[in-house]
């Protein structure tokens, strides 16, 4: 079986002392492809050596919400022209983080709604992060549309809101909070989807996997969410392997 992670963070410095040995037991896992969003402009340049040194690992660009204090407006034109000198998959990792409402919300709905504008510019779909903030981010959504649609990341709304990012042209990821039974909100609603809505990810080195709790997560964890999802849906896992690599394929133009 074939699986793409359509959103790990494989540049970052918890994977330095290993990124080799992790790649080498992702692709023996099945992974065929991973998607790296950037956080902040400082790390491009890592994350895109990154992915030239490895063809099955593609770029996503963009300025995370949670990190809203180190990003300057600058930055946005910086976006800009590394997307035009270099064709990413996305732009991400973008979006809105209302968990500690000291990260400026209205300094995080400015500048997701300027990347929103750059990536609809670019024609990219867009990687989303939402914390507390579906609405806002939905609102946003209806305001600067973005024809490539793109993925809302690690997604735990409801089962109307997961019916108005489809509509607006978005995909559902999802990631290893499946894999815990106690999960059951976000267990019922992947089992109430289409298919065709959904995507795997790890988001690695965060929020891991059951059996791995309390470690850092990998992309070569990515079998054992299919596993909860072909549960959940009692659904042959070869199945919605495929299914969810051809969504993400076509979404993100991976090759």
């Known amino acids: 079986m074939e699986l793409i992670d359509t959103h790990c963070h494989l540049?970052?410095?918890?994977?330095?002392?290993?990124?080799?040995?992790?790649?080498?037991?992702?692709?023996?896992?099945?992974?065929?492809?991973?998607?790296?969003?950037?956080?902040?402009?400082?790390?491009?340049?890592?994350?895109?050596?990154?992915?030239?040194?490895?063809?099955?690992?593609?770029?996503?660009?963009?300025?995370?919400?949670?990190f809203v204090g180190r990003h300057r407006d600058s930055d946005l034109q910086a976006l800009e022209r590394a997307l035009a000198e270099r064709r990413a998959v996305a732009v991400g990792e973008i979006g809105l983080d209302y968990h500690d409402r000291e990260?400026?919300?209205?300094?995080?709905?400015?500048?997701?709604?300027?990347?929103?504008?750059?990536?609809?510019?670019?024609g990219l779909p867009v990687l989303v992060h939402v914390r507390k903030a579906h609405e806002d981010v939905l609102a946003a959504l209806r305001e600067t549309p973005v024809p490539a649609g793109g993925i809302a990341h690690a997604f735990n709304g409801s089962l109307q809101q997961a019916e108005r990012y489809i509509d607006a042209g978005f995909k559902l990821g999802f990631g290893g909070m499946l894999t815990f039974e106690r999960s059951s909100k976000l267990r019922r609603l992947a089992a109430a989807l289409p298919p065709e809505a959904i995507v795997l990810e790890t988001d690695a080195p965060d929020l891991t996997v059951a059996s791995h709790r309390y470690q850092r997560n990998s992309p070569e964890f990515l079998p054992e969410i299919l596993a909860a999802l072909a549960e959940v849906r009692d659904a042959p896992p070869a199945a919605l392997a495929a299914q969810t690599t051809a969504t993400a394929r076509a979404l993100l133009g991976l090759s």
Do not use: M, T
């Open 103 to 122: 990260r400026d919300p209205e300094r995080q709905r400015r500048l997701f709604a300027a990347q929103l504008a750059i990536a609809r510019d670019a």
């Open 11 to 66: 540049d970052v410095a918890d994977f330095d002392d290993d990124r080799d040995r992790v790649l080498a037991n992702s692709r023996a896992a099945g992974v065929a492809a991973i998607v790296v969003p950037g956080i902040d402009a400082a790390g491009w340049p890592k994350l895109l050596r990154l992915c030239d040194a490895h063809a099955d690992l593609y770029p996503a660009l963009g300025l995370h919400p949670v």
